[in-house]
């Protein structure tokens, strides 16, 4: 069973920094492409960042780009999102998620395993 569990989220000013963490259990975390998505209040969830099995390529939305920075770690089943510069737009749930089999990618439809998403709130 897959579970993906986000942590790291909560109220920052704008301005501030935040580094999200989403640890997986139930697959080989190391092969698997990760993916970090948002959902603003009344608005549909967007792709934030999404990188490759072993942190050789990744992928930003422009609205994070020079600003976010997804990583990883397989030994510790851990993917990573610093968040700097943060603004008041960027108040969000934040969800990691996997697929299997496929690369790395923006497209949230491609995804099948999801984590239960984290609050990032920034204030003006």
């Known amino acids: 069973q897959v579970q993906l569990v986000e942590s790291g989220g909560g109220l920052v000013q704008a301005g501030g920094s935040l580094r999200l963490a989403c640890t997986a259990s139930?697959?080989?975390?190391?092969?698997?492409?990760m993916g970090w998505f948002r959902q603003p209040p009344g608005k549909e969830r967007e792709f934030v960042a999404a990188?490759?099995?072993?942190?050789?390529?990744?992928d930003y939305s422009n609205f994070v780009k020079g600003r976010f920075t997804i990583s990883r770690d397989n030994a510790k089943n851990t993917v990573y999102l610093q968040m700097n510069s943060l603004k008041p737009e960027d108040t969000a749930i934040y969800y990691c998620?996997?697929?299997?089999?496929?690369?790395?990618?923006?497209?949230?439809?491609?995804?099948?395993?999801w984590g239960q998403g984290t609050q990032v709130t920034v204030s003006s």
């Open positions: 139930g697959l080989a975390f190391s092969v698997a492409p």
């Open positions: 998620a996997t697929r299997t089999g496929g690369p790395a990618t923006g497209n949230s439809w491609a995804y099948n395993y």
């Open positions: 990188i490759n099995w072993n942190g050789g390529s990744s």
